[in-house]
């Protein structure tokens, strides 16, 4: 004890402290901590001099500090002492490490450690701090630096928390007891290993009477066996978790569950009524929905569907029972074409069962799964459209019969009990061409037109009853009439055929094979017959050979064919049909010579021989006249614009009057002779023409004769003008002659000129009025202004 007491060491001295809470004084067991030296190299030698000296260590004991110090003094939290230090002040206490200075605080004198903050364990459990005992002379180590735990120690000041919650779960209705619904789980941030400030006890405290939980594991589980959803769906629990083991003090906390009831299927389909009635029309259609029942389900989702079923009644081929699967109604449908007649059977009967589509067998037990129900029909009467006996009837009648023929006939009847007079007419819309008619009250339909088989094979018509007592019910009924063919046509070439043949060809040589077409369709197919026409028998070029195949080849009879003499041959050829009666036609056969190379391939050919296949004589005659006009009208465009016909004074006038005396066709007439030389027929010829050829006589508009005489001078007038256009190669590409009679002088009809229809007397005999007319008429003015008195007749050309 004396040796311990003559040892120069740092003891700790521990001031056990005692909460108001009750703890008791704690028994704290000293441990041996290392040693930490952190001073200078001469710090280190005098500390090592007084271990060799000493021998002695620091010697350390926990410090323990309660949470959540409320005092307004700081804390105190225990003492540090050195057996060197003599109590003279000359020993220094030096603190470092987590929370110096600004948790924990030192007295460096005494050596007396308090906490300056409150202390939560919750966000930091310990603290480590590092002791130093220095001279306060030569600030050197008196004792080698050592460290030290302070412990925060626990107080129960959290409650238990629900991190999971609100919790939602769901158990099927008919759950035995003690089924696991869900589990719930409570946290608590006190130290579960200190006391019992996290220890938590779990209890229930709304939704006991039907589920309960389990203290330590906060399982929640059923506590009844008879939860049934149709009764509640739903179920609101409240958990309380509480830590001090439940006992009075601790603190709790609470979550909710929402516990939701799942569906079995423990209900059967129930028919809300024992029997139904209902009433449908006779004239419902097929297919329509006449009734509608429901059986009710209790359960929800796929329990609740329903099958449907007739198992018995008068009415089990009429109608059908589906069920509606967004309803689960069952529809009720009539099954058959005018099933339902009221004159016939006016009520039905119908047994129909449901049942659940899924069966949970664990709840047979309670009963069948089905219901029966009673359903009755009742007919109404209603008024019905006459009803054909067929709604589709089929006659036929040949091409060659006369208008009037009759087909046939179609019967029609009031079905209600009025029985009404039923009359038949055609619908117009189905025979646009009134080919046939109808007897009105017989209902004998007759061809009304000639029917021609190659036009339409079969005609299909709609007949309409109509009730005579009630015009809007109507019935109609489909009537197909076929059209026999009869031998009204006669054969010809199937094609245009392009029949060539070589200079060098010999005899007997097949140059073409042809075939033919007939627009009637006999029973037994064609049989056409070829043959060449009388006329032609003697032709010493072609003959024909019939192939008895409906084809018939065209053979060279002789050698020596010239293009250049003879380029086209033409052969007729009579095709004949094996009807009755036996009709025929001719048919042309031209064949074009063509010079040929030694393999009998066409080099030249005359015409239009060698145009391409499709294109026949004619076609090609037509496009050489349309290829040499377009060449002429071109050369004579060109020369119409180096040689113009009009003096360059008189180019732009298009108004001509010329006087004489016979009244013509009016301004009709200026297309059909040149209108300038019978407005200059003082003027001299132009160059390179004859005036004798170009000028009328004199007196075909100064000297006026005899009716004979003046007719005959414009004939030949107008045929000389006619030849100068043909021989005029600058005129257009075509001639236009105008005809006209003699009106003469007196005429019953007047004069036909609207300048004579003038009441001014110098009208009749001058021009001078056209001044009074304005600048439009003064060069008609100028130019005819000299020819007063002339003829009476007045013609005006543009």
């Known amino acids: 004890m004396n040796g311990l007491c003559s040892l120069s060491a740092l003891s700790m001295f521990l001031l056990v402290l005692w909460a108001e809470s009750g703890y008791g004084m704690m028994t704290l067991n000293s441990v041996l901590l290392p040693q930490?030296?952190?001073?200078?190299?001469?710090?280190?030698?005098?500390?090592?001099?007084?271990?060799?000296?000493?021998?002695?260590?620091?010697?350390?004991?926990?410090?323990?500090?309660?949470?959540?110090?409320?005092?307004?003094?700081?804390?105190?939290?225990?003492?540090?002492?050195?057996?060197?230090d003599k109590g003279d002040g000359q020993v220094r206490y030096i603190l470092s490490g987590e929370g110096a200075k600004s948790i924990f605080s030192i007295d460096e004198d005494t050596g007396d450690i308090h906490a300056i903050r409150r202390l939560d364990r919750e966000q930091q459990a310990y603290y480590t701090l590092r002791a130093q005992a220095r001279d306060r002379s030569t600030n050197l180590l008196v004792?080698?630096?050592?460290?030290?735990?302070?412990?925060?120690?626990?107080?129960?000041?959290?409650?238990?928390?629900?991190?999971?919650?609100?919790?939602?779960?769901?158990?099927?209705?008919?759950?035995?007891?003690?089924?696991?619904?869900?589990?719930?789980?409570?946290?608590?941030?006190?130290?579960?290993?200190?006391?019992?400030?996290?220890?938590?006890?779990?209890?229930?405290?709304?939704?006991?009477?039907?589920?309960?939980?389990?203290?330590?594991?906060g399982v929640v589980r059923t506590a009844v066996p008879d939860l049934d959803r149709e009764v509640q769906e739903h179920y609101l629990l409240v958990i309380q978790a509480k830590d001090m083991m439940g006992q009075m003090g601790g603190l709790s906390g609470t979550t909710s569950v929402t516990v939701t009831i799942t569906d079995v299927n423990d209900n059967p389909p129930r028919f809300p009524r024992k029997s139904y009635q209902f009433?449908?029309?006779?004239?419902?259609?097929?297919?329509?929905?006449?009734?509608?029942?429901?059986?009710?389900?209790?359960?929800?989702?796929?329990?609740?569907?329903?099958?449907?079923?007739?198992?018995?009644?008068?009415?089990?081929?009429?109608?059908?029972?589906?069920?509606?699967?967004?309803?689960?109604?069952?529809?009720?449908?009539?099954?058959?074409?005018?099933?339902?007649?009221?004159?016939?059977?006016?009520?039905?009967?119908?047994?129909?069962?449901?049942?659940?589509?899924?069966?949970?067998?664990?709840?047979?037990?309670?009963?069948?799964?089905?219901?029966v129900v009673m359903v009755r029909l009742l007919v109404e009467n209603v008024d019905e459209p006459p009803v054909f006996s067929a709604s589709i009837s089929r006659m036929a009648v040949s091409e060659a019969a006369p208008v009037g023929t009759d087909l046939g006939?179609?019967?029609?009847?009031?079905?209600?009990?009025?029985?009404?007079?039923?009359?038949?007419?055609?619908?117009?819309?189905?025979?646009?061409?009134?080919?046939?008619?109808?007897?009105?009250?017989?209902?004998?339909?007759?061809?009304?037109?000639?029917?021609?088989?190659?036009?339409?094979?079969?005609?299909?018509?709609?007949?309409v009853a109509t009730e005579t007592l009630d015009p809007s019910q109507v019935g109609k009924a489909v009537v197909l009439v076929s059209v026999a063919d009869v031998n009204d046509n006669a054969p010809s070439f199937a094609v245009d055929y392009q029949t060539f043949v070589c200079e060098n060809a010999q005899p007997g040589q097949v140059v073409e094979t042809v075939s033919a077409v007939d627009p009637d369709k006999p029973e037994n197919g064609h049989q056409f017959l070829?043959?060449?026409?009388?006329?032609?028998?003697?032709?010493?070029?072609?003959?024909?050979?019939?192939?008895?195949?409906?084809?018939?080849?065209?053979?060279?009879?002789?050698?020596?064919?010239?293009?250049?003499?003879?380029?086209?041959?033409?052969?007729?050829?009579?095709?004949?049909?094996?009807?009755?009666?036996?009709?025929?036609?001719?048919?042309?056969?031209?064949?074009?010579?063509?010079?040929?190379?030694?393999?009998?391939?066409?080099?030249?050919?005359?015409?239009?021989?060698?145009?391409?296949?499709?294109?026949?004589?004619?076609?090609?005659v037509l496009l050489t006249c349309i290829l040499l006009g377009v060449v002429m009208v071109t050369i004579a465009m060109n020369r119409r614009r180096a040689e113009p016909l009009l003096i360059d004074d008189e180019r732009d006038i298009r108004e001509n009057i010329v006087c004489y005396d016979d009244e013509g066709g009016g301004e009709e007439d200026t297309e059909a002779f040149d209108m300038f030389a019978l407005r200059h027929l003082n003027q001299t010829q132009p160059a390179g023409r004859d005036a004798a050829e170009l000028l009328p006589p004199p007196s075909l508009t100064?000297?006026?004769?005899?009716?004979?005489?003046?007719?005959?001078?414009?004939?030949?007038?107008?045929r000389d003008r006619l030849k100068e256009a043909g021989l005029d190669p600058t005129a257009p590409p075509y001639d236009s002659l105008q005809t006209y009679a003699f009106e003469g002088r007196g005429s019953a009809t007047q004069s036909l000129s609207s300048l004579s229809s003038l009441s001014s007397l110098e009208s009749?005999?001058?021009?001078?009025?056209?001044?009074?007319?304005?600048?439009?008429?003064?060069?008609?003015?100028?130019?005819y202004g000299h020819h007063e008195g002339g003829g009476r007749g007045v013609a005006s050309g543009v």
Not at 334 to 350: I, N, P
């Open 279 to 371: 009433s449908l029309p006779e004239a419902a259609l097929v297919s329509s929905v006449v009734a509608k029942i429901k059986a009710v389900d209790l359960d929800v989702g796929p329990n609740t569907e329903v099958d449907y079923k007739i198992l018995d009644g008068d009415g089990l081929g009429t109608f059908r029972i589906l069920c509606d699967p967004d309803t689960q109604e069952g529809l009720v449908i009539l099954h058959k074409v005018l099933a339902v007649d009221f004159e016939a059977k006016s009520s039905y009967t119908l047994r129909v069962e449901a049942s659940n589509r899924y069966v949970d067998t664990r709840y047979l037990s309670a009963g069948p799964f089905s219901d």
């Open 36 to 84: 930490v030296s952190s001073g200078g190299q001469g710090e280190r030698a005098g500390v090592q001099s007084h271990l060799r000296r000493r021998r002695r260590s620091w010697v350390w004991n926990q410090f323990f500090i309660l949470e959540e110090y409320v005092g307004d003094e700081p804390l105190y939290v225990g003492k540090l002492h050195s057996d060197v």
């Open 702 to 718: 100064r000297n006026p004769g005899p009716h004979k005489d003046k007719n005959r001078l414009f004939q030949e007038f107008i």
């Open 409 to 463: 006939s179609v019967s029609a009847h009031d079905p209600d009990a009025s029985n009404s007079p039923v009359r038949y007419s055609i619908d117009r819309q189905t025979d646009l061409q009134r080919y046939f008619d109808i007897d009105s009250s017989s209902g004998v339909i007759r061809t009304n037109r000639r029917l021609d088989r190659e036009l339409s094979v079969l005609h299909n018509i709609t007949v």
């Open 143 to 217: 004792e080698p630096e050592s460290q030290f735990i302070i412990k925060v120690q626990d107080i129960n000041d959290n409650e238990p928390r629900f991190l999971d919650g609100p919790y939602t779960a769901q158990v099927a209705e008919c759950s035995p007891v003690g089924t696991s619904v869900v589990t719930v789980v409570a946290t608590d941030a006190d130290d579960p290993t200190y006391g019992n400030s996290a220890r938590l006890v779990y209890s229930i405290l709304q939704g006991q009477t039907h589920f309960s939980v389990e203290p330590k594991t």
């Open 530 to 620: 070829f043959s060449v026409s009388t006329e032609a028998a003697g032709n010493l070029s072609f003959t024909l050979r019939d192939n008895n195949d409906n084809t018939a080849s065209v053979l060279t009879r002789r050698a020596g064919f010239v293009r250049r003499e003879r380029p086209l041959h033409f052969l007729p050829v009579v095709i004949s049909d094996g009807g009755v009666p036996s009709l025929s036609s001719t048919n042309t056969l031209t064949v074009t010579v063509c010079d040929c190379d030694v393999h009998g391939n066409h080099q030249h050919c005359s015409q239009g021989a060698e145009l391409p296949d499709g294109l026949g004589t004619s076609t090609a």
């Open 764 to 783: 009749e005999q001058g021009y001078e009025f056209l001044r009074e007319w304005g600048p439009s008429f003064r060069k008609l003015a100028d130019l």
